[in-house]
């Protein structure tokens, strides 16, 4: 009788952890998704992530996502804002749209990225971020125009992070110093006002 309770916990173990591992094609995608729709600012609402020292409460990943500008050719360029060690700084990131509508693919010193937009009514967004390199790290993110929470897209990112398993982190947003000024800007996005705060 314990074997069989030692061999039913060592199995629903093993479960919960294949549940934790899914593939990228597990993660939907927006049906219809279009682009040009997304383009402006956004705010972070949560954010969520597969390895929790990405989340840590003293260490936490001080990243947001500021705006969004969509290229004549198709890539998408993200304005990331971040902060560490009294220091704020800007960054772009560009990807390229892949075979599938609303995935979109780039590289990163050491190794490569996958982003998805998994859901939105184009206010509120959810977007699924997914580093490789010699690990795989997934970011969930909720977004919306506004700094309120639509309940019903707060659940669908609950879900998510429920059924990846995600640890959710602190959020960080830029909306109240004027100390920070990005290192580059998409067309489109004004850096004027952007801003860090501790």
């Known amino acids: 009788m314990a074997l069989d309770r030692a061999a039913l916990l060592l199995l629903v173990l093993g479960l919960g952890?294949?549940?934790?591992?899914?593939?990228?094609?597990?993660?939907?995608?927006?049906?219809?998704?279009?682009?040009?729709?997304?383009?402006?600012?956004?705010f972070t609402l949560r954010l969520a992530a597969s390895h929790g020292d990405l989340v840590s409460p003293t260490d936490p990943l001080r990243l947001a996502l500021h705006s969004i500008h969509v290229e004549d050719n198709g890539?998408?360029?993200?304005?990331?804002?971040?902060r560490g060690a009294g220091v704020c700084g800007g960054e772009n990131v560009t990807v390229h749209p892949t075979e599938l509508q609303g995935q979109y693919r780039g590289s990163f010193e050491g190794g490569r990225l996958r982003v998805r937009f998994v859901g939105t009514d184009y206010s509120s967004l959810i977007l699924h971020v997914r580093f490789e390199d010699e690990d795989v790290t997934s970011l969930w993110v909720l977004l919306a125009r506004g700094k309120l929470e639509d309940p019903q897209w707060l659940g669908k990112y609950l879900g998510f992070v429920g059924k990846f398993h995600l640890q959710e982190a602190p959020v960080f947003n830029v909306d109240g110093e004027r100390r920070l000024q990005p290192s580059s800007a998409p067309a489109g996005a004004s850096p004027a006002g952007l801003t860090g705060h501790q």
């Open 17 to 42: 952890l294949a549940g934790a591992q899914k593939t990228l094609e597990e993660v939907p995608l927006q049906p219809g998704f279009e682009a040009r729709r997304v383009e402006g600012r956004w």
């Open 75 to 82: 890539d998408v360029a993200f304005l990331l804002l971040w």
